[in-house]
């Protein structure tokens, strides 16, 4: 028998990290792009709690912010690293076999319409203690040629969740929620829907003392709060027309306090919280393009089980499925999308997609530290 060809098996290894505005932890994932994009493997850290307090008051104006923004960027990245290390020793990958790292570093301020967006990190200092070249500040440039900067992951999303026949949403339930419309033959659209985690988090913290609602199951003893969830919903934010994003300068805990009259049961303050995000979310996806034949959710919101009926309910006669059914792991989307973006910059190809962000035109996002 005549021999094979021998192609040649050319490896594409990416590292993305993630952390993301809920602060829970750090998502570091192993990615492998020489075909189809392949999540080959994962791993998370927690994020300490004395840096979960310093980061959240990063997020406002503060005393001596130069500072303590360095200091707490410096710490963060260390966290990478050994998230970054802990992931190569359990696939047994070493840091020379790794074309690049994409870091997305910790969001503390994003006004795109001021002209900036601030991710707190350090890639020369996760170049040298990894020792593998990163790839850093990808929503920047997109700001600069115009655009929010945000979101980023639809064009991963097309890549791995787009279908030539089903019209399919992607709806990513993180800090805040996102969606990405993928209709066939249409363009791509994706934008912030509204807060997820970040209300919900920060009044189970406040209120029941445990970090997040665990399924949903503390909003789903309460009742929805009519008044306030209408209050809630007047915020400009759910009116305006994408291209648009958000994040805790639009949703937090103080703007919360402004929206309650003060007398309501803490567990249906929790419930009408899920209900905003299920609502916005599901108003959205309608808005624009209408209902798709599937919906797949993802981030960590898509664990809340409350929460995903809700969504559903809003969405009748619409698949609604975590992204896992199709083979993409929805805890890991976004390291992934980092990791794939990382990938684009190193092959000098465009990342964002000008009718999601608004940007005039496509361009290559980040800049690289190299090894
Ligand atoms: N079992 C669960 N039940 C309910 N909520 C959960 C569960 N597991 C995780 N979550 C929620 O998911 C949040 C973390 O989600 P994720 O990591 O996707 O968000 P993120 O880090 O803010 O990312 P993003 O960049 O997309 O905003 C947690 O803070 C928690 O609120
Ligand atoms: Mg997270």
């Known amino acids: ?149 945000a979101p980023l992951v639809p064009a991963f999303h097309q890549c791995v969740l787009g279908d030539a026949q089903e019209h399919r949403a992607v709806l990513n339930l993180g800090g805040i929620a996102n969606v990405t419309q993928l209709k066939p033959g249409a363009p791509v659209i994706g934008f912030d829907t509204g807060p997820a985690n970040i209300l919900m988090d920060a009044w189970c913290q406040q209120h029941s003392k445990q970090r997040f609602d665990a399924h949903g199951a503390w909003a789903r003893s309460g009742q929805v709060d009519g008044v306030l969830l209408t209050r809630c919903l007047s915020h400009p934010f759910f009116a305006a027309k994408p291209p648009k994003s958000c994040g805790r300068e639009e949703f937090s805990l ?26 916005s979310a599901a108003s959205a996806i309608k808005a624009w393009y209408g209902a798709p034949e599937r919906l797949l959710l993802c981030g960590g919101g898509a664990r809340n089980d409350f929460l995903r009926e809700r969504i559903a309910l809003h969405l009748p006669g619409v698949r609604v499925e975590r992204s896992d059914v199709l083979g993409v792991p929805g805890d890991w989307l976004e390291a ?24 005039t035109g496509l361009r290559l996002l980040g800049a690289i530290y190299p090894a």
């Open 1 to 149: 028998m005549a021999d094979q060809p021998r192609s040649k098996i050319v490896s594409e290894l990416f590292i993305g990290i993630m952390s993301g505005t809920s602060l829970d932890g750090i998502d570091v994932v192993l990615a492998d792009f020489s075909a189809a994009p392949r999540l080959l493997a994962s791993h998370s850290i927690p994020m300490p709690q004395d840096l979960v307090a310093q980061l959240l008051a990063l997020n406002t104006p503060g005393f001596d912010d130069l500072r303590l923004a360095q200091e707490a960027s410096v710490a963060v990245t260390r966290l990478y690293a050994e998230a970054t290390c802990a992931l190569l020793d359990k696939s047994a990958i070493t840091a020379q076999e790794i074309q690049a790292i994409g870091c997305h570093g910790q969001t503390v301020r994003h006004r795109p319409q001021d002209g900036y967006t601030l991710q707190l990190q350090q890639p020369a200092l996760l170049a040298e203690l990894t020792g593998i070249s990163v790839a850093a500040d990808f929503r920047s440039r997109d700001i600069a040629a115009g655009g929010q900067g």
């Open 254 to 279: 103080a703007w919360l306090t402004t929206q309650l009259g003060g007398k309501e049961a803490t567990a249906d303050v929790q419930a009408t919280l899920a209900e905003l995000t299920a609502l």
């Open 336 to 359: 992934f999308a980092f990791a794939w973006l990382a990938y684009r910059l190193w092959h000098h190809l465009p990342g964002n997609l000008p009718e999601v962000t608004g940007a």
